[in-house]
């Protein structure tokens, strides 16, 4: 067995009190170093964390891209996971973490593995939302986040992508509202439809992909229910 690589977990935070705490324990026996970027919450997220073994910031929000680079700087060790405050490493996951933790991280690599969402309650399996896979685990000094709201990490052509095994299990949208509040939120950060008729194609499309070739359908009434959003949001981008 080789030398065990050490690990920081970076969470950017912000109003995260609901699933912080689980969040932060389900990581504690994998890494070796949990930082906090909390963009000033005014709940107990703060408060929550300081009673953890966390090193914790404060820090005015960059955008999701650069907060978390930023974030990536504090960390003390080479090797980052990085976590959303609502995310949990699974048994399973953490397992396989620790694996590669101990004989498999090399600097030309990244890490990655399946994302499994909960949706108004329910664990999502089908609709395009799983596996949901992200890379998560790469090494600060080849990496770096690109984008706005949805950021994805920038990486050398040269790093091998490892898959693992395990869900990273992610406490997302939480009821009807919630869903139809992100959605509008994306909308207007994303680039509009020009006519009708090109935005009631989309939406159709959309749906027809989600909930029949998708088989969200399988996921029954919340399946129908985030098919529905999710094309209805489609229809709603022209402006």
Same mark, same amino acid.
């Given at each position: 067995m080789s030398n065990p690589k050490l690990i920081s977990a970076v969470i950017t935070t912000l109003n995260e009190q609901k699933?912080?705490?689980?969040?932060? @324990? &389900? $990581?504690?026996? =994998? *890494?070796?170093?949990?930082v906090i970027i909390d963009s000033y919450s005014q709940d107990d997220t703060k408060s929550i964390c300081e009673n953890l073994? =966390? /090193?914790?910031?404060? #820090?005015?929000?960059?955008?999701?891209?650069?907060?978390?680079?930023? %974030?990536?700087?504090q960390a003390s060790h080479a090797w980052i996971l990085s976590m959303d405050a609502d995310e949990v490493l699974s048994?399973? $996951? &953490?397992?396989?973490?620790m694996e590669v933790k101990h004989n498999g991280l090399k600097e030309n690599s990244v890490c990655k593995f399946n994302r499994l969402n909960n949706y108004c309650g329910k664990w999502i399996k089908y609709a395009g939302w799983y596996p949901d896979t992200k890379i998560r685990l790469f090494s600060k000094k080849n990496s770096k986040w =690109? %984008?706005? *709201?949805?950021? *994805?990490?920038?990486? &050398?052509?040269?790093? @091998?992508? *490892?898959?693992? #095994?395990?869900?990273?299990?992610?406490y997302t949208i939480e009821n009807k509202e919630d869903h139809i509040a992100r959605q509008k939120k994306y909308n207007e950060l994303a680039v509009p439809y020009k006519n009708k008729s090109r935005s009631f194609l989309a939406a159709?499309? /959309?749906?027809?992909r989600m909930y029949i070739l998708k088989l969200g359908v399988l996921d029954g009434k919340m399946g129908l229910q985030l098919c529905w959003i999710s094309a209805k949001s489609k229809f709603e981008r022209i402006r």
């Open positions: 699933y912080i705490e689980q969040c932060i @324990k &389900s $990581l504690e026996a =994998v *890494v070796d170093e949990i073994d =966390v /090193t914790f910031y404060e #820090r005015e929000w960059m955008g999701y891209a650069e907060t978390k680079n930023w %974030g990536n700087k048994e399973e $996951l &953490s397992k396989s973490l =690109v %984008g706005e *709201v949805h950021e *994805v990490l920038e990486f &050398s052509a040269n790093q @091998k992508e *490892v898959f693992l #095994r395990g869900d990273l299990l992610h159709f499309a /959309t749906f027809l």
